[in-house]
């Protein structure tokens, strides 16, 4: 099993639609998630980052993290064409900088 | 500079040959870290550089793969009699020590072994 889970399959929703994303993970020692966004041919860039469990929102984004679960969730409300990008998860435990990626969604938003 | 500057943003090379990919991290950042993207496969680790510290190279896949940073600043990711199998693209990021969330990746080195 590896450490964090993130079915890849790509996801076309309506401009203005919620879109919702999540990772599971199996290491009980993260206690930092962070979900990043990744446009064609750049390198991901930090979006949300959490610590522990709870909410986080941010403008159109909603992070949530469920220790308890071993669950997170990413939402994006209002959803636009700019929002067309590969959402990857990501997270890392104390006393370890490295951090373990989800494969990634590639979401597309339709005008 | 601004941020993390990676070169070449493209290497197509003959199975066998060596390459070298340099990384340029943002100024001041202790943390370097290499990471592989390949298609389907999400961002795998490879090697963790931490100030003057042993470097972390525990991701590397085999022994073709090594990474050196010179100075605390420039690395560089050298593999070895390339296969296939290494097309992918390559990240670096760079960070501030101990810190979780300030990753900022370059925009890679795009790979192809042919």
């Known amino acids: 099993q590896k450490e964090v889970e993130q079915d890849p399959g790509p996801l076309s929703v309506p401009e203005g639609a919620i879109v919702s994303l999540n990772c599971t993970y199996s290491?009980?020692?993260?206690?930092?998630f962070m979900w990043y966004r990744q446009y064609s041919r750049k390198g991901p860039e930090l979006l949300m980052y959490?610590?522990?469990?709870g909410n986080k929102e941010d403008g159109r984004f909603t992070a949530q993290v469920d220790k308890s679960s071993k669950y997170i969730s990413l939402f994006i409300r209002d959803s636009q064409p700019s929002d067309s990008a590969t959402y990857l998860c990501?997270?890392?435990?104390?006393?370890?900088?490295?951090?373990?990626f989800g494969k990634g969604n590639q979401v597309v938003v339709i005008p | 500079g601004a941020g993390v500057s990676q070169s070449p943003s493209n290497k197509v090379t003959e199975k066998g040959k060596d390459v070298e990919l340099r990384c340029d991290p943002i100024?001041?950042?202790?943390?370097l870290y290499w990471y592989r993207q390949s298609l389907g496969q999400g961002l795998e680790f490879l090697i963790y550089?931490?100030?003057?510290?042993?470097?972390?190279k525990s991701g590397l896949p085999s022994d073709r793969f090594s990474a050196e940073r010179t100075g605390g600043s420039v690395s560089t990711l050298t593999i070895q009699r390339t296969q296939q199998e290494d097309s992918a693209v390559y990240l670096c990021?760079?960070?501030?020590?101990?810190?979780?969330?300030?990753?900022?990746f370059g925009s890679g080195t795009r790979l192809t072994v042919v």
């Open positions: 959490t610590y522990s469990s």
């Open positions: 100024s001041g950042h202790t943390a």
């Open positions: 550089f931490q100030g003057n510290s042993a470097p972390d």
């Open positions: 290491n009980s020692a993260f206690q930092y």
């Open positions: 990021a760079s960070s501030l020590a101990r810190d979780h969330y300030g990753y900022t």
């Open positions: 990501a997270m890392s435990g104390n006393g370890n900088n490295r951090l373990a």
